[in-house]
């Protein structure tokens, strides 16, 4: 987990990603000593296509689409505030090693069908 301090009224970027087409959901969380209130704003694809800022609550989830590739979340508190972030790093990664791991699966089989019908 990683944690962020925000000033109040301030845009902050809690959350980029950059040229990972993977789909994924972002939880976070927000703590502060006053009512939690302010925006969320989400940079989505090279295309231009950003979302309507979204209200920030206490505990949020941003979903990142398959186009989304230039990806960054921005969070502007109405008081100070703590972001908690609760996804990994890699959070990619476990979908890829599948991806490759399969590759390599049919590369094998491919190369003992031959084998097999000879």
Same mark, same amino acid.
């Given at each position: ?7 109040? +009224?301030? #845009? ?7 040229? @990972? #087409?993977?789909?994924?959901?972002? &939880?976070f ?7 939690? /209130? #302010? ?10 296509? +950003?979302?309507? &800022?979204?209200d920030?609550?206490?505990? +949020?989830?941003?979903?990142? #689409? ?5 990806? /960054? ?5 109405? @008081? ?13 990664? &476990? ?18 069908? &031959?084998?097999?019908?000879?």
């Amino acid at each position: 987990m990683v944690e962020i301090e925000v000033a109040a +009224n301030t #845009g902050t970027r809690i959350y980029r990603r950059y040229g @990972n #087409g993977l789909p994924a959901h972002v &939880p976070f969380d927000v703590a502060s000593s006053a009512p939690v /209130s #302010g925006t969320i704003e989400v940079e989505g694809s090279l295309f231009g296509r +950003n979302r309507e &800022p979204a209200d920030l609550q206490a505990s +949020n989830v941003v979903a990142k #689409g398959f186009w989304d590739s230039k990806f /960054s979340i921005w969070v502007t508190p109405d @008081n100070d505030a703590t972001v908690t972030l609760h996804t990994r790093l890699a959070d990619g990664v &476990p979908r890829l090693a599948l991806l490759a791991g399969f590759v390599v699966v049919v590369a094998v089989a491919g190369a003992l069908v &031959p084998l097999f019908l000879s």
